[in-house]
């Protein structure tokens, strides 16, 4: 519905409005080279590990970073053990630190469309574009989303409306999603 499409483009604008592309632009220029390294690296452990499943190419690649980086620092070069270790971590948390400020811009994108009187609206669009499914994701997986899950974004778009209490169900309605039963 139009009033849906509205309030999806003004969330949109809200991520200009607030200011958060900057910043990702930026945040996205520098991380380029980690990326295309990261994606390579884990390619290349795909190819020996011989493409097991992905938690495979994980423990290969964990395994691989601690043996070089014990083996550095057995040879007394703990330079190159530090380096190691740095970007060891660095590839664990790079990602989650990317992930959770994506996710604050999408709650900020959010509450700019609360200030602009479509909360509802944008309720009943994420409750439509979520199809009524539960987020049973796992923990690792929801860390590394860019986005919250919608059950995450509409209990805090109600509550910034104070449409919804805790016990409340959400519930089409006329094409907005309410706190109130229908």
């Not at 999408?106 to 509802?120: C, K, N």
């Amino acid at each position: 519905p139009e009033d849906q499409l509205v309030a999806v483009l003004v969330h949109e604008l809200g991520h200009h409005g607030t200011g958060a592309t900057r910043p990702m632009l930026l945040v996205s220029f520098l991380a380029a080279p980690w990326r295309l390294a990261a994606s390579l690296l884990t390619g290349l452990a795909g190819i020996l590990a011989g493409r097991h499943p992905r938690r495979g190419v994980a423990v290969v690649v964990v395994a691989g970073v601690v043996v070089a980086v014990m083996l550095a620092l057995h040879q007394g070069q703990w330079m190159v053990g530090g380096v190691l270790a740095f970007l060891g971590l660095a590839a664990v948390l790079c990602p989650l630190v990317d992930a959770a400020v994506s996710r604050r811009s999408e709650f900020a994108a959010d509450r700019f469309v609360v200030d602009h009187g479509l909360a509802l609206e944008l309720a009943a669009a994420l409750h439509a574009m979520n199809d009524g499914r539960s987020a049973a994701e796992g923990w690792s997986r929801r860390l590394r989303a860019s986005h919250p899950t919608a059950e995450q974004r509409t209990r805090a778009l109600l509550a910034a409306t104070g449409s919804c209490s805790s016990s409340a169900r959400l519930r089409p309605r006329a094409g907005i999603v309410t706190g109130k039963p229908g």
